[in-house]
């Protein structure tokens, strides 16, 4: 523990350190929704982990939405049975900024424009890097000058804005007749 602080990590929990870890114990489900600002479900069965943090989410006031997949896959069944329940289908991300309070700057009519006067902007120097062809999030982050938390909000703001285009943990530009692009 001494050595985590000396590095300036912490741990969050419900006992002291003295407390052997058991799922009795840890309730690392309600310790994640209690820090995050909503819970997004994408795939687990109706007893999983993403479904028991969810509900506790919900129960700490928090959003909860699932993204519904294959009416025939095991991973479904616990996002359509929270979509049964109370959760919101997750269809856009910026419905899901919105319920966390996060305001998603309006789409400029091109990635040209979005590029203009501010052009250092963490957005602005990933559509730089970023070309039509899909390139994985790690490759990314490892070029010099883009750390991996500014990476991700960098994505997931140009993304809402519509200039990029996301496949699992690989991104790309959007182009002319590409999805996302007008």
């Known amino acids: 523990m ?3 602080q000396a590095r300036g990590a912490g741990a ?3 006992e002291d350190e003295s407390t052997s870890a058991a799922p009795a114990v840890c309730p690392t ?11 997004i479900v994408v795939e687990g ?18 959003a909860a939405f699932a993204v519904p997949g294959s009416v025939y896959g095991a991973a479904s069944r616990g996002p359509h049975r929270l ?29 040209r424009e979005a590029l203009s006067p501010a052009g250092a902007s963490p957005e602005a120097q990933l559509l730089v890097t970023l ?5 994985h999030i790690d490759n990314v982050v490892a070029r010099p000058g883009f750390a991996a938390a500014q990476v991700a909000a960098a994505l997931a ?4 804005r ?9 991104f790309a530009r959007c182009g002319p007749g590409r999805a996302g692009h007008s």
């Open 2 to 4: 001494e050595a985590m």
């Open 12 to 14: 969050v929990g419900n």
């Open 29 to 39: 489900n309600r310790l994640i929704s209690g820090l995050a600002q909503a819970a």
């Open 45 to 62: 069965d109706v007893g999983s982990g993403a479904l028991i943090t969810a509900r506790y989410a919900q129960a700490q006031k928090r």
């Open 83 to 111: 979509l049964s329940e109370s959760a919101e289908a997750m269809a856009v991300l910026t419905r899901v900024a919105e319920a966390i309070g996060l305001a998603i700057p309006a789409r400029p009519a091109s990635a």
């Open 131 to 135: 070309g039509e062809d899909l390139v």
């Open 157 to 160: 703001v140009l993304e809402a």
């Open 162 to 170: 519509g200039l990029v285009q996301a496949a699992g943990r690989r």
